[in-house]
T-cell receptor, first 113, second 116 residues
Framework: QKEVEQDPGPLSVPEGAIVSLNCTYSNSAFQYFMWYRQYSRKGPELLMYTYSSGNKEDGRFTAQVDKSSKYISLFIRDSQPSDSATYLC?????????????FGTGTSLTVIP | EAGVAQSPRYKIIEKRQSVAFWCNPISGHATLYWYQQILGQGPKLLIQFQNNGVVDDSQLPKDRFSAERLKGVDSTLKIQPAKLEDSAVYLCASSSPRAGANEKLFFGSGTQLSVL
């Protein structure tokens, strides 16, 4: 079993739609949860960062973590063509020598104008 | 604040040749990571450094891959000899200096390697 599982998609939505991206993780030691956005031929860019359970909102983006079910979600409201990218979920656990980060396979999103 | 710098951006080599990638992390970041990202997959950790020392290289194919981080700043990753299955994007990342709590990971743009 992979540490972080993610539906690879692809996902295609019309402009203005609400997008829901989801991941599950297996390790209870994970404390930090992230979403990265990766445009074609670019490195992943940190989009959202959350600690423990709950919601975090930043503009049109909301990250949600449910530690009881080990479920991570990213919601994008009023999606735009510029949101077309691959979205990677990630989890990490702390260590004195630097955190261990685990990534999902990424979900490819296309927002159609 | 300057981001993680990587070079080259692209590299095309033939199998059995050698190749090297360079990374300069964000200033002050003690931890540096090299990841391999095969098309359609998430980043896979190859090696993790904290300052000069190796923290985790359990997934590094040591018969062909090597990495070093001299003086705890820049790092190089080398592949010798390259195989077809090494075709991937090689991502360098560094994390904010406070290990453990609130540690965030920042990536460079990557090096796209094609092995023919």
């Amino acid at each position: 079993q992979k540490e972080v599982e993610q539906d690879p998609g692809p996902l295609s939505v019309p402009e203005g739609a609400i997008v829901s991206l989801n991941c599950t993780y297996s390790n209870s030691a994970f404390q930090y949860f992230m979403w990265y956005r990766q445009y074609s031929r670019k490195g992943p860019e940190l989009l959202m960062y959350t600690y423990s359970s709950g919601n975090k909102e930043d503009g049109r983006f909301t990250a949600q973590v449910d530690k009881s079910s080990k479920y991570i979600s990213l919601f994008i409201r009023d999606s735009q063509p510029s949101d077309s990218a691959t979205y990677l979920c990630a989890s990490s656990r702390p260590r004195d020598t630097g955190n261990q980060f685990y990534f999902g396979t990424g979900t490819s999103l296309t927002v159609i104008p | 604040e300057a981001g993680v710098a990587q070079s080259p951006r692209y590299k095309i080599i033939e199998k059995r040749q050698s190749v090297a990638f360079w990374c300069n992390p964000i200033s002050g970041h003690a931890t540096l990571y090299w990841y391999q990202q095969i098309l359609g997959q998430g980043p896979k950790l190859l090696i993790q450094f904290q300052n000069n020392g190796v923290v985790d290289d359990s997934q590094l194919p040591k018969d062909r891959f090597s990495a070093e981080r001299l003086k705890g700043v820049d790092s190089t990753l080398k592949i010798q000899p390259a195989k077809l299955e090494d075709s991937a994007v090689y991502l360098c990342a560094s994390s904010s200096p406070r290990a453990g709590a609130n540690e965030k990971l920042f990536f460079g743009s990557g090096t796209q390697l094609s092995v023919l």
